[in-house]
């Protein structure tokens, strides 16, 4: 247990459906993420938020829709997907201090493997 | 953009050692993870090193960080069949005085043979 949950743990869905992702951390952080992580690729990053303020959003298509009401919860809202959409979706925490010398671990969830038919 | 590039593969008998290669394009990390993923879970950060030092021990892992070619690997000694996984390199990006966000390679596949 690394003290970040995701739910659910596996989603199927239609190209026309409407569905979240839900990660909560327990842990304090003040920042959280959102990454893909697809086959015989490198872990993109998608999101990141710091403070409940999104600081970084890598180009990512407009049907994927983050909300982070809190410091301790984050949602990713899904849209009218493409089947190239499938992958597993990680979140992650961090305590982000680089002023304070704190080394800037990032803890993940168990992911959310997403298939979009 | 920041790149990081891995060797997808690696297999090694049990008791040998285990040797993950990396190397990375941006000279302004501050610091180097190494995490780890086992099937059907998230990644867990195993070690990191600062960027001022070329070499940490901890216990059966062995850091070493080249700054000049950008390099980095990750020794496993005596490698079990439970260090069979994924291992990501992840540079720290560093912006407006933050650590920033990691970028992470493809990872490299340890298969470790009874």
């Known amino acids: 247990e690394t003290g970040v949950t995701q739910t659910p743990r596996h989603l199927v869905m239609g190209m026309t459906n409407k569905k979240s992702l839900k990660c909560e951390q327990h842990l304090g952080h003040n920042a959280m993420y959102w990454y893909k992580q697809s086959a015989k690729k490198p872990l993109e990053l998608m999101f990141v938020?710091?403070?409940?303020?999104?600081?970084e959003n890598n180009s990512v298509p407009s049907r994927f829709s983050p909300e982070c009401p809190n410091s301790s919860h984050l949602f990713l809202h899904l849209h009218t997907l493409q089947p190239e959409d499938s992958a597993l979706y990680l979140c992650a925490s961090s305590q982000d201090g680089f002023w304070t010398g704190v080394v800037n671990e990032q803890f993940f969830g168990p992911g959310t493997r997403l298939t979009v038919l | 953009g920041e790149d990081v590039e891995q060797s997808l593969f690696l297999s090694v008998r049990e008791g040998d050692s285990s040797v993950i290669n990396c190397t990375y394009t941006?000279?302004?990390?501050?610091?180097l993870y190494w995490y780890k993923q086992e099937p059907g879970a998230g990644l867990q950060l195993l070690t990191y090193?600062?960027?001022?030092?070329d070499m940490k021990q901890d216990q059966r892992l062995t850091v070493l960080l080249n700054k000049k070619d950008k390099h980095l690997s990750l020794r496993i000694a005596d490698t079990q069949t439970g260090d069979s996984a994924i291992y990501f390199c992840a540079p720290s990006m560093n912006y407006g005085g933050s650590q920033g966000n990691l970028i992470f390679g493809k990872g490299t596949k340890l298969s470790v043979k009874p």
């Open positions: 090193i600062f960027s001022n030092m």
């Open positions: 938020y710091n403070f409940k303020e999104q600081t």
């Open positions: 941006d000279s302004s990390s501050t610091y």
